[in-house]
């Protein structure tokens, strides 16, 4: 069994930023794929990005390419979200999983351990 818990959400003005960090205990991670979802009140669940398990391949959704960063530290099971000049419609729950395979996958389905979220709230 995985745990996964994040934080470092909160609240910011737009162009600000903030780093999620997602801590994973239990079974070890180190060769699962992560991603990072996120969702907004009624919307479905989005994906944000994914990161391979040696952390060298990172992929992500339309909406943020360019303006945030995945990365990984096997040693210390975390994944963390930067996010860079961060949008009112960037505001959402905002998810870490783990799926039991190589490439991240992009769809909730991929994913087989998931944390409760943490609130990321952009104002204008």
Do not use: H
Not at 13 to 31: E, K, P
Not at 41 to 67: C, L
Not at 88 to 106: F, L, M, N, W
């Amino acid at each position: 069994q995985v745990q996964l818990v994040e934080s470092g959400g909160g609240l910011v003005q737009a162009g600000f930023s903030l780093r999620l960090s997602c801590a994973a205990s239990g079974r070890t991670i180190s060769t699962y794929a992560m991603g990072w979802f996120r969702q907004a009140p009624g919307k479905e669940r989005e994906f944000v990005s994914g990161i391979n398990w040696r952390g060298t391949d990172a992929y992500y959704g339309d909406s943020v390419k360019g303006r945030f960063t995945i990365s990984r530290d096997n040693a210390k099971i975390t994944v963390y979200l930067q996010m860079n000049s961060l949008k009112p419609e960037d505001t959402a729950v905002y998810y870490c999983a783990a799926g039991r395979r190589i490439v991240p996958g992009t769809v909730r389905g991929d994913y087989d351990y998931w944390g409760q979220g943490t609130q990321v709230t952009v104002s204008s």
